[in-house]
């Protein structure tokens, strides 16, 4: 069966087999096709004394506390990133959640539902940019807890007002726009308390699209950390400790310091 990627629905076609050994776990990946094209989704395999056990590349992840956010956030990407982090606050609410993020953004109301379930768990989630974090994706980053946002050295981040559109009669448009306006306010909200900026350089910079990369994110208060690479336990390892204070700590750093979408 083809391993799902969030927000697609792929059918398996055929499969290609790899294998390395480390402890004897294999990789597996799996073709996978959808409206968006060919997917390769890899399927880890486990071997054990206790028998083989196997997980889509992004469950695996999980076992590791790692929740990965790689598309536009719609409300199925938004049930299963909460998912994921009421389940990891569950096993354990005192150690650490890394969600990796590489998305062009999306839903406004997924964006809030994600920000609330951050802020609602115990555990810290710290966010690492990898690639992109664009329109709403940038405000989840920016939540991260203090201290533990990061951005890779090329990573782009992109701010800007949510849009939308509406029809019908004028006071069905009348309520959408005002819906949006709030929307908007309460995305200044969170961005002028994870960043530090005045409300009224936020307001201004997200009028157009606002990009920052590296020692720009960092200097704007988007991200705390900008880090070109770090020490991982291999999968499979025990884990000791908080995984994102080694995910911190151990990094060598550069810097450091359609309901309306975003």
């Not at 890394?98 to 994600?114: E, H, K, R, T």
Request: charged share 20%; hydrophobic share 40%; net charge negative.
């Amino acid at each position: 069966m083809c391993a799902r990627y969030p927000g697609r629905s792929p059918h398996a076609t055929h499969q290609l087999h790899i294998s390395h050994s480390v402890d004897r776990v294999h990789s597996q990946l799996i073709s996978c096709t959808s409206s968006g094209g060919a997917v390769l989704i890899p399927t880890v395999i486990e071997t054990s004394s206790r028998g083989e056990r196997a997980y889509d590349i992004y469950s695996r992840l999980l076992v590791n506390r790692i929740v990965f956010l790689g598309t536009a956030i719609d409300d199925q990407v938004t049930n299963l990133i909460v998912a994921q982090l009421l389940h990891l606050e569950n096993e354990n609410p005192d150690q650490d959640i890394a969600l990796y993020i590489n998305s062009p953004g999306g839903d406004m109301n997924g964006l809030f539902a994600i920000h609330d379930t951050m802020r609602f768990i115990a555990p810290d989630v710290a966010t690492i940019c990898v690639g992109q974090a664009a329109s709403a994706a940038a405000v989840l980053l920016a939540a991260g807890a203090p201290g533990k946002r990061s951005a890779l050295p090329n990573a782009r981040v992109l701010i800007h007002q949510p849009h939308g559109g509406a029809q019908g009669q004028s006071t069905d448009m009348e309520l959408a726009v005002a819906e949006m306006v709030e929307m908007r306010r309460r995305m200044v909200d969170i961005l002028v308390t994870s960043t530090g900026q005045p409300r009224e350089r936020i307001i201004a910079d997200i009028d157009r699209d606002y990009i920052v990369r590296g020692e720009q994110a960092l200097a704007y208060g988007l991200v705390d950390h900008i880090i070109e690479r770090r020490e991982l336990p291999a999968l499979g390892a025990p884990i000791t400790g908080a995984l994102l204070g080694s995910t911190i700590e151990d990094a060598v750093p550069v810097g450091a310091g359609s309901s309306p979408t975003g």
